[in-house]
C-alpha cells in the first residue's frame, strides 16, 4: 500500500473510528452514572473530548496498521472508563446494563450511518462533492461499529459481554468467568495472532454490515 492510499484511507476512517471508540466509553460512564458510580463523571471521562479517551497504542497505532496490512475490517479501543461496580446501587444486575451501554453504542452509530448514507446516495449530482466522501465514511462508520458491537459481545472478561456474562450467570460459574480477567487480553492476543478471532466475528460483522450499506445504497 503506497503512502497516498494509507493517507486516504485514514481520512476516510479517522472521524468513524474516533466516533464509535469515544462513545462506546462515554455511555459506559454515563450509564454507570445514573446507576451510582459517578467516578467516570469526576474523573472528566463524561466528554467528547476524543483527547480524554485516546489511547496511543488502541485508539492510533491499531487502526493505522491494520490499514496498513489491509485487513478487511478495523478495530480500535479507547482507554477504558474507570468504573467502581461497588458504588453501583445493584452492583451484579447494574455491572450487566454498564457493560450492554457500550455494544448498544455501537448498534445505534451503525443505525445511524445507515440512514445517514442512504439520505447521501439519493442526494442530487450538484451534491456529488458532499455524498461521495460522506457516504464513504458512512460505511467505514457502519464497518467499524459492527466490529466493535460484536467483538465486545464475546463473553469473555475483560470484554463487555464477559461483564455481561458475569453478571447473567450464578455466584459460582459468574465468580469462575470473573477469574479469567487478568488473562482476557492474553487468550484474545492468541485468538488474534491463530486467526480463531478473525473466523470467529468475520462472517457476522461482514454480513451485518453488507446487509446496513446494501439496504442504504439500493432501499
Not at 487502526?63 to 461497588?86: E, H, Q
Request: proline share 9%.
Amino acid at each position: 500500500m503506497d503512502i497516498n492510499a494509507i493517507i486516504h484511507g485514514i481520512s476516510i476512517w479517522a472521524i468513524p473510528v474516533l466516533l464509535a471508540i469515544v462513545l462506546h466509553e462515554v455511555a459506559h460512564g454515563w450509564v454507570a452514572d445514573k446507576l451510582g458510580d459517578d467516578t467516570a463523571r469526576w474523573m472528566g471521562r463524561l466528554t467528547l473530548n476524543p483527547l480524554k479517551h485516546i489511547d496511543p497504542i488502541g485508539t492510533v497505532l491499531v487502526p493505522i496498521l491494520l490499514l496498513v496490512v489491509g485487513s478487511p475490517f478495523l478495530f480500535g479501543y479507547a482507554k477504558p472508563v474507570p468504573i467502581d461496580f461497588r458504588k453501583l446501587r445493584r452492583p451484579k444486575q447494574d455491572m450487566v446494563w454498564v457493560a450492554l451501554a457500550g455494544p448498544a453504542t455501537n448498534l445505534l452509530l451503525a443505525l445511524a450511518s445507515t440512514v445517514l448514507l442512504y439520505v447521501m446516495v439519493r442526494l442530487p449530482v450538484t451534491m456529488l462533492w458532499l455524498a461521495e466522501p460522506v457516504g464513504t465514511m458512512c460505511q467505514a462508520s457502519i464497518l467499524i461499529n459492527m466490529v466493535l458491537c460484536i467483538f465486545n459481545l464475546i463473553p469473555l472478561p475483560p470484554l463487555d459481554g464477559g461483564r455481561v456474562a458475569v453478571g447473567l450467570l450464578p455466584g459460582p460459574a459468574g465468580y469462575r468467568l470473573s477469574r479469567l480477567e487478568p488473562y482476557g487480553f492474553i487468550i484474545i492476543v492468541a485468538l488474534l495472532l491463530t486467526g480463531v478471532l478473525q473466523s470467529v466475528i468475520g462472517p457476522p460483522v461482514l454480513g451485518s454490515a453488507r446487509i446496513l450499506i446494501t439496504w442504504a445504497v439500493g432501499g
